[in-house]
Nanobody, 126 residues
Framework: DVQLQASGGGLVQAGGSLNLSCITS????????IAWFRQAPGKEREGISC????????YLIESVRGRFTISLDNAKNTVYLHMAILKPEDTAVYYC???????????????????WGQGTQVTVSS
Protein backbone atom coordinates (compact mmCIF):
# COMPACT_ATOMS: atom_id res chain seq x y z
CA ASP A 1 0.00 0.00 0.00
CA VAL A 2 1.63 3.22 -1.18
CA GLN A 3 1.36 6.25 1.05
CA LEU A 4 2.69 9.76 0.82
CA GLN A 5 2.50 11.83 3.96
CA ALA A 6 3.07 15.57 3.71
CA SER A 7 3.75 17.57 6.83
CA GLY A 8 5.50 20.65 8.14
CA GLY A 9 3.08 23.39 7.22
CA GLY A 10 2.14 26.19 9.55
CA LEU A 11 1.77 29.90 10.07
CA VAL A 12 4.82 32.06 9.49
CA GLN A 13 5.53 35.73 8.98
CA ALA A 14 6.67 37.06 5.64
CA GLY A 15 10.39 36.56 5.27
CA GLY A 16 10.34 33.45 7.42
CA SER A 17 10.97 29.85 6.49
CA LEU A 18 9.36 26.43 6.75
CA ASN A 19 10.46 22.90 5.97
CA LEU A 20 7.95 20.54 4.44
CA SER A 21 8.43 16.78 4.43
CA CYS A 22 6.93 14.14 2.20
CA ILE A 23 7.45 10.71 3.71
CA THR A 24 6.82 7.91 1.24
CA SER A 25 6.12 4.28 2.03
CA UNK A 26 5.38 1.27 -0.14
CA UNK A 27 6.99 3.03 -3.09
CA UNK A 28 10.09 2.00 -4.96
CA UNK A 29 11.92 5.26 -4.38
CA UNK A 30 14.38 4.45 -7.15
CA UNK A 31 11.70 4.52 -9.83
CA UNK A 32 9.57 7.48 -8.88
CA UNK A 33 9.86 11.22 -9.02
CA ILE A 34 8.32 13.25 -6.24
CA ALA A 35 6.79 16.64 -6.90
CA TRP A 36 5.41 19.38 -4.73
CA PHE A 37 2.22 21.13 -5.76
CA ARG A 38 0.38 23.94 -4.11
CA GLN A 39 -3.11 25.34 -4.33
CA ALA A 40 -3.79 28.86 -3.19
CA PRO A 41 -7.32 29.97 -2.33
CA GLY A 42 -9.36 30.49 -5.46
CA LYS A 43 -6.57 29.30 -7.74
CA GLU A 44 -5.72 26.13 -9.59
CA ARG A 45 -3.20 23.73 -8.17
CA GLU A 46 0.27 24.28 -9.61
CA GLY A 47 3.37 22.15 -9.61
CA ILE A 48 6.30 23.99 -8.11
CA SER A 49 9.16 21.55 -7.67
CA CYS A 50 10.21 17.97 -8.33
CA UNK A 51 13.14 15.61 -8.00
CA UNK A 52 13.97 11.97 -8.55
CA UNK A 53 16.50 9.74 -6.86
CA UNK A 54 17.59 8.28 -10.18
CA UNK A 55 18.88 11.57 -11.57
CA UNK A 56 18.73 13.85 -8.52
CA UNK A 57 18.29 16.89 -10.74
CA UNK A 58 15.94 19.16 -8.88
CA TYR A 59 13.49 21.38 -10.70
CA LEU A 60 11.78 24.48 -9.33
CA ILE A 61 9.50 26.94 -11.05
CA GLU A 62 10.80 30.44 -11.49
CA SER A 63 8.62 32.03 -8.85
CA VAL A 64 10.21 29.97 -6.08
CA ARG A 65 13.70 29.54 -7.47
CA GLY A 66 16.28 31.03 -5.15
CA ARG A 67 13.89 30.80 -2.20
CA PHE A 68 12.85 27.14 -2.13
CA THR A 69 15.05 24.06 -2.19
CA ILE A 70 13.99 20.47 -2.81
CA SER A 71 16.06 17.61 -1.49
CA LEU A 72 16.00 13.86 -0.95
CA ASP A 73 16.84 11.62 1.96
CA ASN A 74 17.20 8.28 0.23
CA ALA A 75 17.62 6.38 3.47
CA LYS A 76 14.29 7.68 4.71
CA ASN A 77 12.47 7.68 1.35
CA THR A 78 11.60 11.26 2.12
CA VAL A 79 11.56 14.43 0.04
CA TYR A 80 11.89 17.83 1.66
CA LEU A 81 10.89 21.26 0.50
CA HIS A 82 12.78 23.96 2.34
CA MET A 83 11.00 27.25 1.87
CA ALA A 84 12.72 30.51 2.74
CA ILE A 85 11.98 34.21 2.29
CA LEU A 86 8.33 33.31 2.31
CA LYS A 87 5.82 35.74 0.87
CA PRO A 88 2.08 36.09 1.48
CA GLU A 89 1.52 34.81 -2.06
CA ASP A 90 3.09 31.51 -1.02
CA THR A 91 0.05 30.88 1.15
CA ALA A 92 -1.51 27.66 -0.08
CA VAL A 93 -2.16 24.03 0.68
CA TYR A 94 0.95 22.12 -0.32
CA TYR A 95 0.78 18.57 -1.65
CA CYS A 96 3.36 16.00 -2.63
CA UNK A 97 2.77 13.56 -5.45
CA UNK A 98 4.64 10.74 -7.17
CA UNK A 99 4.90 9.48 -10.72
CA UNK A 100 6.86 6.67 -12.31
CA UNK A 101 9.94 8.32 -13.74
CA UNK A 102 12.83 6.94 -15.74
CA UNK A 103 14.20 10.30 -16.81
CA UNK A 104 15.03 13.62 -15.26
CA UNK A 105 12.10 14.70 -13.13
CA UNK A 106 9.83 17.42 -14.43
CA UNK A 107 6.43 18.83 -13.61
CA UNK A 108 3.73 16.89 -15.43
CA UNK A 109 -0.03 17.37 -15.70
CA UNK A 110 -1.74 16.29 -12.50
CA UNK A 111 -3.32 13.19 -14.02
CA UNK A 112 0.15 11.76 -14.65
CA UNK A 113 0.74 11.39 -10.92
CA UNK A 114 -0.17 8.01 -9.48
CA UNK A 115 0.00 8.86 -5.83
CA TRP A 116 -0.85 11.93 -3.80
CA GLY A 117 -0.33 12.87 -0.20
CA GLN A 118 -2.77 14.83 1.86
CA GLY A 119 -2.17 18.56 1.88
CA THR A 120 -0.41 20.61 4.48
CA GLN A 121 -1.45 24.23 4.97
CA VAL A 122 1.14 26.97 4.69
CA THR A 123 0.02 30.45 5.70
CA VAL A 124 2.31 33.44 5.35
CA SER A 125 1.22 36.60 7.10
CA SER A 126 2.29 40.04 5.94
Amino acid sequence: DVQLQASGGGLVQAGGSLNLSCITSGLNFDDYAIAWFRQAPGKEREGISCVSKRYDTPYLIESVRGRFTISLDNAKNTVYLHMAILKPEDTAVYYCAAYYCQYVATILPEDEYEYWGQGTQVTVSS
